[in-house]
């Protein structure tokens, strides 16, 4: 579960970013997504380990079946952090100007001024740095759930 805050800091960089803006809806989707795997692998791992005496091959497929979710887990962090680095790279060069010349505010927040690339890009770095964390977090969790 301490996944999802370091993917909560990316979403709310990229949010308050006003070159990358509504992207970080694919932030919360990404979070969503995780939060429905990580609690089915964990309530699967608890269930193998609490009817192990009971039912052993009933114990054995949902064990199996956590640690699948588990591996599962890392995969779409690990995707979704590529996915997001790059596609909020791209959208920031160019909604910043770097390749056209023209700026495009993407949203709907004036936090940050939009004439400041320095912050805007802060933001955007520590945004991709979140999402490393919380891929580096995902491969702890499911070191544990497998345990």
Known sequence: MYVLIPLLFSAICSFVNPYVGLFSMF???EIIIIFCVDINANIRMRQSRASSAED???AERMGRSGKILATAECIFIIL????TTVVSLGVWMLASGSLTGDTVIMTPLRIVPEDD???SCMLLIAGILFQIIAMVLGFVRRKQLIR
């Open 80 to 83: 979704f952090t590529v996915i």
């Open 117 to 119: 690339l320095t912050i």
């Open 56 to 58: 052993a091959v009933r």
């Open 27 to 29: 932030t919360i989707v």
